[in-house]
């Protein structure tokens, strides 16, 4: 018997041989320039193409993705997924965006709220 596994979602966003993330396919699959990605990530625009690997970049590439994941199972669609991470107004949060959450750092409040909607939904 031959199980084929489904590719993670995160591959699709990894440095061609390498163990980190791709600042620049995570800024092209999100609609950012690679710069306003630097800038939601607190570091200097030239640390996505000279240090893609810096620590605070990878956390918050780990982070938007951690969400994406979660708002992707909600949805079944990755684009529609994101749209909504980067444009819908979550009224729990004061109407800020999960965007917007991630930057501040409340990734996880982020995943706990949509978890808990999708469980609404499901139960």
């Known amino acids: ?3 084929v596994m489904q590719e993670p979602l995160t591959e699709r966003f990894r440095e061609s041989d390498t163990p980190y993330l791709s600042p620049a396919k995570v800024a092209e699959f999100f609609g950012y320039r ?3 990605l ?3 990530a607190h570091v200097h625009r030239n640390t996505p193409s000279s240090r893609p690997q810096a620590p605070q970049l990878q956390q918050y590439l780990q982070d938007m993705l951690r969400v994406l994941a979660v708002a992707t199972e909600m949805t ?11 444009n819908e107004p979550l009224r729990a949060f004061s109407y800020k965006t999960a965007d917007t959450l991630i930057q501040e750092g409340r990734t996880d409040a982020v995943i706990a709220y949509l978890e808990s909607l999708a469980g609404g939904a499901a139960g």
Do not use: N, T, Y
């Open 1 to 3: 018997m031959h199980v």
């Open 34 to 36: 690679v710069q306003e």
């Open 38 to 40: 630097a800038e939601r």
């Open 76 to 86: 079944g669609d990755p684009k529609r997924a994101a749209f909504l991470l980067r």
